[in-house]
C-alpha cells in the first residue's frame, strides 16, 4: 500500500472521529471509553469530558498486560486489556460508560477490547 493511501485511510479515519464526537460525550456519571488502535497495539482509556480529565488507561504494551499475554495474539491481548482497563474501572466505582470507538470500525481488537471490557463488568 502507498504511502498516500495510508495518509488518505488515516484523515477518513479523522474525519468519523470528529463526526462522531460532536455527538458522544462522557460526563462524571458516565465517562466515555476511548479505543485507540496502531498497528501493534491496542490503548484504552475513561475520559470525563465535562472536566477534560482522563480517568483511567490501559495499553496492550503496559507491563501488567505484556507479563499475562507473551503468548497471545493482538486480538487476544485487546481483550485482556479491556478486561483490565473494566476491573480498574469498578475498583473506582465507574460502572457504565460510553463507548467511542475512535473512527476505527468495530471489528477485530477494537471489538475484542470492547467485548473485553463488557466482560470485565462495565455496561456500555
Do not use: C, W
Not at 12 to 17: D, I, P, S, Y
Not at 38 to 60: H, P
Not at 72 to 86: P, V, Y
Request: aromatic share 4%; proline share 1%.
Amino acid at each position: 500500500m502507498s504511502n498516500r493511501n495510508v495518509q488518505e485511510r488515516h484523515v477518513r479515519r479523522l474525519k468519523r472521529h470528529r463526526r462522531v464526537r460532536k455527538k458522544i460525550s462522557g460526563t462524571t456519571a458516565r465517562p466515555r471509553l476511548v479505543v485507540f488502535r496502531s498497528l501493534t497495539n491496542v490503548e484504552g482509556q475513561i475520559v470525563d469530558d465535562t472536566q477534560g480529565v482522563t480517568l483511567l488507561g490501559i495499553s496492550t504494551s503496559s507491563s501488567d498486560v505484556k507479563s499475562e499475554s507473551s503468548e497471545l495474539s493482538k486480538s487476544e491481548r485487546g481483550r485482556l486489556a479491556g478486561k483490565l482497563l473494566a476491573q480498574r474501572a469498578i475498583e473506582k466505582g465507574i460502572t457504565k460508560v460510553v463507548f467511542d470507538r475512535g473512527g476505527f470500525i468495530y471489528h477485530g481488537r477494537v471489538k475484542a477490547f470492547a467485548e473485553g471490557a463488557r466482560e470485565g463488568g462495565l455496561e456500555f
